[in-house]
Nanobody, 123 residues
């Protein structure tokens, strides 16, 4: 059974940076598309970014605008989210997700989820 565990959330100031990590276990990591999603208070879950199995193809949510970068290490079974120029509206619980198909912006397309990590950006 695939399991995902995120780490690296916390508190940042506006304009600051945070890096999130997610460790994958229970399957062949290189066969999975990995995604980062977030859910702010009172908001729907939305895609932050996703990366296909080879690591060369990525997509991002429209709000990212070059501030975040998703990457993966198929040897360490890890996926990362580097977040820069953080804004208060980036405050949310960030989730790591996995699916066996190609990348998707729809959270319903992902079958495996981590428990989430809180990111709070102060103004």
């Amino acid at each position: 059974q695939v399991q995902l565990v995120e780490s690296g959330g916390g508190l940042a100031q506006t304009g600051g940076s945070l890096s999130l990590s997610c460790v994958f276990s229970g399957g062949t990591f290189s066969r999975y598309t990995m995604g980062w999603f977030r859910q702010g208070p009172g908001k729907e879950r939305e895609v932050v970014g996703a990366i296909r199995w080879g690591g060369g193809d990525t997509i991002y949510g429209d709000f990212v605008k070059g501030r975040f970068r998703i990457s993966r290490d198929n040897v360490k079974n890890m996926v990362y989210l580097e977040m820069n120029s953080l804004k208060p509206e980036d405050t949310a619980v960030y989730y790591c997700a996995a699916r066996t198909g190609t990348y998707s912006r729809r959270y319903l397309d992902y079958g495996y989820w981590g428990q989430g990590t809180q990111v709070t950006v102060s103004s």
